[in-house]
Structures are given as structure tokens and as C-alpha cells.
């Protein structure tokens, strides 16, 4: 790898998670953004670096929309752990 490669990746990989978030608190510049494309388009690094950081992103929002078991499920289960534990110990 050549310094000159070297320094593309690092200047990509500092850009590469503002590029997937698109935070308009710190936008890309048109340049900067099709700079970093051409970029992901030749780097196998860097785009699995960016394939990373997609799939991090995926199981966060999967993460987020997860389902949690229903109270009165949770307090049925509370209740029979403590009926068994008060068994063992009597």
C-alpha cells in the first residue's frame, strides 16, 4: 500500500460514518461526498469498514424496535419464581 493510499483511507475512514449518518450538523461537502465514493468504489478496506458500520447500524434500529415481554407475563413468572423458591427453602 502506498503512502498515497494510506492517506486516502485515513482521510475516508475519518468521513465514512458522517457519509452513512448524513447528520446535518456536520454535512459532507458535494466534493468531499463524491471524493469518499470514488474512494469506496476501489478500497476493499474501507468498504468493509462502511459494510460494518451499516451493519452496526441495522442491529441498533433492530435493537430499538425489539419487543419486550408483557408486565402481566413478567409478573406471572416473578410470582412462580418466588412460589419455587419459597418451597426449596421451606
Do not use: K, N
Amino acid at each position: 500500500m502506498s503512502v498515497t493510499s494510506m492517506w486516502t483511507c485515513h482521510w475516508a475512514r475519518r468521513r465514512i460514518q458522517r457519509y452513512l449518518d448524513a447528520d446535518p450538523a456536520a454535512p459532507l461537502t458535494f466534493e468531499e461526498v463524491h471524493r469518499l465514493e470514488v474512494h469506496l468504489a476501489t478500497c476493499d478496506r474501507c468498504t468493509a469498514l462502511t459494510d460494518e458500520y451499516r451493519g452496526v447500524r441495522q442491529a441498533l434500529i433492530g435493537w430499538s424496535t425489539r419487543r419486550y415481554p408483557h408486565p402481566a407475563a413478567l409478573a406471572r413468572l416473578r410470582v412462580a419464581a418466588e412460589q419455587i423458591m419459597s418451597e426449596d427453602a421451606g
